[in-house]
């Protein structure tokens, strides 16, 4: 079945630094990734559409000068969170749509923590 | 905003048991989701029902269904200590963006 990387798996930085994800389908192109952001305990609340080639659709409530989204490719996307803060601390997920709009494929996330 | 919601919270039950758990959501669908979510890792998608169907089976899951009550609910039979985790249900409208309920922690106690 389709593949969905991230990387890093997980990341521990300093309050103040900017911290690079990226996601990657590795047998497939997909034209739409999503980024989702996860708490402890809690579900899965999407932060942002990204579309090859344009900008990305945050979420209301999602800074997007915070949580900047690049899709310069059909099989990456990348999500960086600037200026972190321990707030930001999360599991991040990103999914990859398929040939099938019903389809997403996720990836296995990834975990920041921001001191 | 959130479109799922699941109910209960969180279950404890014991192995061999059988596990139900619902999902309840707002607007008109295409299909609804389920997935499972072991501790700190990535979903595992377990199956997808369409608006059209009623009822699917996989393995111990059986899944249904009720658009008139804009419903699903997921059935885990003979529960396992492995089958421990987060399960979330995903709405999915034409092609537009998944939504998540909240989830219901599912423990299986040996």
């Known amino acids: 079945g389709a593949v969905v990387s991230q990387h890093p798996s997980w990341v521990i930085c300093k309050s103040g630094t900017s911290v690079k994800i990226e996601c990657r389908s590795l047998d497939f192109q997909a034209t739409t990734m999503f980024w989702y952001r996860q708490f402890p305990k809690q579900s899965l609340m999407l932060m942002a559409t990204s579309n090859e080639g344009s900008k990305a659709t945050y979420e209301q409530g999602v800074e997007k000068d915070k949580f900047l989204i690049n899709h310069a490719s059909l099989t990456l996307s990348t999500l960086t969170v600037t200026s972190a803060h321990p707030e930001d601390s999360s599991f991040y997920i990103c999914?990859?749509?398929?040939?099938?709009?019903?389809?997403?494929?996720f990836g296995p996330g990834t975990r920041l923590l921001v001191l | 905003s959130q479109q799922g919601e699941e109910d209960p919270q969180a279950l404890s039950i014991q192995e061999g048991e059988n596990a139900t758990m619902n999902c309840s959501y707002k607007?008109?669908?295409?299909?609804l989701q389920w997935y499972r979510q072991n501790s700190g890792r990535g979903l595992v998608h377990l199956i997808l029902i369409r608006s059209n169907e009623r009822e699917k089976h996989s393995g111990r899951l059986r899944v249904t269904l009720d658009t008139s009550k804009k419903s699903s609910s997921l059935l885990i039979t003979a529960s396992r200590a492995a089958d421990t985790a987060s399960y979330f249900c995903a709405t999915e409208n034409y092609g537009q963006n998944f939504v998540f309920g909240p989830g219901t922690r599912l423990s299986v106690l040996p």
């Open positions: 607007t008109s669908i295409n299909n």
């Open positions: 999914s990859a749509r398929g040939a099938l709009p019903e389809t997403q494929y």
